[in-house]
């Protein structure tokens, strides 16, 4: 069946719990699925557009750019003209992360960040007074 509002929220609440980053609402991960239920749950339950989605990558010197770009811009749906950055680090990953890592951060997205992080202080409430 389909997922209710509130599960999909719980759903981005840990995922972002997990991976994001604590300061401002950012995540990265590796894992193209998990990618692909962040931005689809914050462009269906908030609302956030792709004007207000910023894409960069980090890949390992020895995967092929171009074809990480193309990749992560079909997983996140926003053309990778548009991606802000590519940082190549050193060292060989090709056998381990196949298409480097993706960063996804919401631009001006402080609110959302307070909001999640608030989903998460709930959570972790609910589980300490078990």
């Known amino acids: 069946g389909s997922l209710t509002s509130k599960e999909k929220m719980l759903i981005l609440s840990v ?7 604590k300061t401002d609402f950012t995540l990265t991960n590796t894992d193209p699925g998990l990618i ?6 914050l462009r269906q339950e908030l609302k956030v557009n792709n004007d207000q989605i910023r894409v960069s ?10 074809k990480c770009l ?6 996140v749906g926003i053309p990778k003209e548009r991606f802000l ?5 050193p060292g060989k990953k090709k056998g381990k992360l196949e298409y480097g890592m993706c960063r996804v951060r919401v631009a001006k ?16 409430k609910r589980f300490t007074q078990i």
């Open 109 to 124: 997205g402080g609110d959302l960040l307070k909001r999640v992080m608030g989903i998460n202080r709930i959570i972790a």
């Open 85 to 89: 950055t590519t940082s190549i680090l």
């Open 70 to 75: 193309e990749f992560w811009s079909q997983i």
């Open 57 to 66: 990558i980090r890949l390992y010197e020895d995967l092929d750019q171009q």
């Open 36 to 41: 692909k239920v962040f931005i689809g749950i």
């Open 15 to 21: 995922l972002y719990w997990a991976e994001g980053n």
